[in-house]
């Protein structure tokens, strides 16, 4: 007698819902990773366009013997070029701020004069220092102020 032999092809529900499972979950990360790093990748930008313009302010100020008259937004904009992130006429040069006044949109990059970075309570903001000083504050994703002095 000849014995029918069962051949087993193909998957069983089971297995086929835990693959399922673990790609919907491999998605899920996946998905929830991507904005993240977005973000973190468009403030690095910012904070580089910071330290670009605040560069260029210094070479307008060397060029200049230190006159802060002189750095204006129109040199700022010549000396800076074309920024990665910030439009050339969303950087603007201003006197040093009165004590915790600081404030930017999220694609406006200041350039504070006579100004350092606050180490204080008021991290992130700038405040008054000395005359041949330079700050450049702007705001990052998270609606929290950076600084970054020269």
């Known amino acids: 007698m ?4 069962k051949s087993n092809r193909g998957f069983t529900i089971i297995e086929v819902l835990i693959v399922l499972a673990i790609a919907g979950l ?4 996946v998905f929830l990773a991507v904005p993240a790093l977005q973000r973190n990748s468009r403030n690095t930008q910012r904070g580089n366009d910071a330290a670009r313009a605040l560069g260029a302010a210094q070479e307008v100020l060397n060029n200049n013997n ?3 008259t002189l750095l ?3 040199s700022l904009r010549t000396a800076v070029g074309k920024p990665a992130f910030y439009a050339v006429t969303s950087i603007t040069t201003v006197a040093a701020p009165a004590s915790a006044t600081n404030g930017t949109t999220i694609d406006t990059l200041i350039i504070y004069k006579g100004s350092k970075c606050s180490t204080g309570a008021d991290i992130g903001k700038a405040e008054a220092g000395n005359t041949r000083q330079l700050a450049a504050v702007w705001t990052a994703e998270a609606a929290t102020l950076r600084c970054q002095d020269s």
């Open 2 to 5: 000849l014995k029918k032999l």
């Open 26 to 29: 491999i998605l899920l990360i």
């Open 66 to 68: 230190g006159d802060m």
């Open 72 to 74: 204006i937004d129109a």
